[in-house]
């Protein structure tokens, strides 16, 4: 049963022309039309920019054709999706993962599992859906597919090969149909049509607007009201990291800011400051529109003696050969600025961390030197006074500048390997007779991928210790984590009371929205007694996880974790410390344990600076149980910390983390 948000959305009739539109034009290498035995363009229902049923259509085709018609692969590629699901608005859906490789057989499981009976769209409409990767890196997603050819992730489709039948897709459309959308190798939507030598409705997205030199205050203030309308309307975790008041205050000290006008770039600032620790810091909220200070690749500075901060302690990190000797010295101020206030302003400039995590701040106060300056597009001379009392007057160079800095990151040195070892999904390596390194890089695998995976982990089943090792792990997909935790698992799993919340709002600001529209609706949710918002349950995540039959570990595990393990890499450890199978290794995890908002997002764009952000509009609970290890808005405590230092990442050429590990195994053996 869904709900829509306080906006009445006006489902007028849909009237869909199925004549064949003459738009065809000459390619060299058109794509297959994707209903088998017809000519491309024949059926073509709905087309990009136009208007269906109160929605605009921005980038899918619809084709009907009768029910079970073939469905065609339209290029070479391989599947890099495969599901059924429903879709509630164009820019809405949502998708039901089983282990069946077809979809009648995933469509007979999900009403066995009583899933037809609360669908907030009629039965027809649950569908089949695949996306497929092309050889040029584009990606074709085409739903209202049945059938039973079997599909794997991962699995390579020639042009042409049978990938279903025609059923139903979206339900403002009333005959048999499929639809069909393009995105670039980037993710970005692209043209349905051209690829079909077609003639193109479709629009690209206003990329090409030139933001303004200068901001009235008039200006100034609609773009800043609208930001703080869109974070209040559309972020579900606003209430647990920023309270009223420091709302408030932020505005205030904006507006004053503006009082004359202000210039582009400082006002970018102000709306880079929103998303930072003073305001809106999480994992997955971001600007999407570069920073003229930082972000200017033909245009940037670097200092002969860079900072760090560590513990609380500023020092010398980096240098330029001439100033080698003083590598590592404490320091006393920058430019007049003493080193507590050169802590407290980087403190305030630090983003992309959930709730109270630390160790991805420490990481950030570490290697950032720019936090102080927050601009490295100019030339520039810096005061340095050390403890030792030497004073350094610092002379920027514009990069790159052939100077030699030291230390010298080499692939010698432990950080490097680490991040050397992300180059390969997964990999495992012998440390000695009675112990092997696992490690996994993301959790984004498919079946294919999923499937060598496990073979590899068959020939190390018999080793009594397993290191598996999370860092640099930016997450990936939750049953690919509950598939590999089932390996490791030796007792069922106590089930997780997961969900999923929206804001209960009328989303006023979806007006400035690049992606959604300001009709916007979340099916599947509903009200529950007592709380604000609007919940349905994650069975993606919730439910218990049963041992792998056919393979499972029985020796002792060990996890390294640390602030680059986020998402996903952030759940799979958590997932074996409750069941008491894993200890860990090294320092609390980069994301939340609690909670992640890492699904859907809203692409703000305001409307005079032009400057673009990211808002989640989703917050996904994992589990509300909070304690020792899973503090309230901390990631997966580690049982043995590693804290974090300068060598671990400058200097060292072995890895503190993993010596720690074996040290832990040999204490045992």
């Not at 999706?81 to 039901?96: A, M, N, P, W």
């Not at 600032?269 to 810091?281: A, C, G, K, Q, T």
């Not at 003493?338 to 980087?346: A, C, G, L, Q």
């Not at 099916?523 to 393979?551: M, N, Q, T």
Request: charged share 25%; glycine share 8%.
């Amino acid at each position: 049963m869904g709900f829509r948000i306080r906006v009445a959305l006006r489902f007028a009739a849909a009237v869909f022309v199925f004549s064949v539109l003459s738009f065809k034009v000459s390619a060299q290498d058109v794509w297959l039309w994707p209903v088998k035995g017809y000519e491309a363009g024949h059926g073509l229902a709905g087309w990009p920019q136009q208007e269906m049923g109160g929605e605009l259509n921005f980038g899918y085709i619809f084709i009907a054709a009768p029910e079970g018609a073939e469905v065609v692969c339209p290029a070479d590629g391989t599947v890099s999706h495969f599901s059924v699901g429903f879709h509630s608005t164009l820019t809405s859906s949502s998708s039901y993962h089983f282990d069946s490789d077809n979809f009648n057989a995933i469509f007979d499981e999900l009403a066995a599992n009583g899933e037809y009976e609360d669908l907030p769209v009629p039965a027809e409409y649950l569908c089949g859906d695949i996306t497929i990767r092309t050889d040029d890196g584009k990606s074709i997603f085409i739903s209202g597919l049945s059938g039973n050819v079997p599909m794997k992730t991962g699995m390579r489709l020639n042009k042409g090969d049978i990938i279903g039948e025609v059923k139903y897709a979206y339900h403002k459309m009333k005959e048999p149909h499929i639809m069909l959308n393009v995105y670039d190798r980037d993710g970005t939507l692209d043209d349905p049509m051209s690829p079909f030598g077609l003639k193109s409705t479709f629009e690209e997205p206003d990329e090409a607007a030139v933001a303004p030199e200068w901001l009235t205050r008039e200006q100034a203030e609609e773009d800043l009201a609208i930001l703080m309308e869109a974070y209040k309307e559309c972020f579900p975790s606003l209430d647990e990291i920023v309270t009223p008041e420091r709302m408030r205050a932020f505005e205030a000290d904006a507006v004053e800011a503006f009082r004359e006008g202000i210039s582009y770039e400082d006002f970018y600032d102000i709306v880079r400051s929103s998303v930072s620790s003073r305001l809106v810091h999480d994992s997955h909220v971001k600007l999407y529109t570069p920073n003229p200070k930082i972000d200017n690749p033909e245009q940037i500075y670097v200092p002969n003696v860079a900072h760090g901060i560590s513990g609380g302690r500023v020092f010398v990190k980096v240098v330029s050969g001439q100033y080698r000797e003083h590598l590592g010295k404490r320091i006393v101020s920058i430019d007049g600025i003493p080193s507590e206030e050169i802590v407290r302003i980087s403190r305030e400039r630090v983003i992309m961390f959930d709730g109270g995590n630390e160790s991805r701040v420490e990481r950030q106060l570490l290697m950032n030197h720019w936090f102080l300056y927050n601009d490295t597009s100019r030339p520039r001379t810096t005061v340095i006074v050390l403890e030792d009392g030497a004073v350094i007057r610092d002379e920027w160079d514009k990069w790159p500048s052939g100077k030699k800095y030291y230390p010298q990151w080499t692939e010698n040195s432990a950080y490097m390997k680490n991040l050397m070892s992300t180059r390969m999904k997964f990999g495992f390596a012998r440390l000695d007779d009675s112990t092997v390194l696992f490690r996994i890089s993301t959790f984004s695998l498919n079946d294919t991928e999923m499937d060598e995976l496990r073979d590899s982990l068959s020939h190390y089943m018999d080793r009594p210790n397993m290191i598996i090792d999370v860092r640099n792990n930016p997450g990936g997909d939750v049953r690919v984590v509950k598939k590999l935790a089932a390996v490791f698992l030796n007792d069922t799993s106590a089930g997780l009371d997961s969900y999923r919340m929206v804001k209960d709002t009328a989303f006023r600001s979806m007006r400035y929205s690049l992606n959604y529209p300001e009709t916007a609706i979340f099916s599947g949710y509903e009200k529950r007694k007592g709380r604000s918002g609007f919940y349905k349950a994650d069975s993606e995540v919730s439910g218990k996880i049963v041992p792998d039959a056919s393979l499972n570990y029985k020796g002792r595990v060990y996890v390294l974790t640390d602030e680059t393990s986020c998402s996903a890499a952030s759940l799979f450890p958590s997932i074996l410390v409750k069941a008491g199978r894993a200890e860990t290794v090294g320092r609390e995890t980069g994301s939340g344990y609690h909670y992640i908002t890492a699904y859907d997002f809203a692409l703000i764009r305001l409307p005079n600076s032009l400057i673009t952000v990211r808002i989640p509009l989703v917050k996904c609970v994992f589990d509300e149980v909070v304690s020792e290890r899973f503090p309230a808005g901390r990631g997966l405590m580690p049982d043995y910390e590693v804290p974090l230092t300068y060598e671990e990442i400058y200097t060292s050429e072995t890895d503190p983390v993993l010596e720690k590990a074996l040290e832990l195994v040999r204490e045992r053996q």
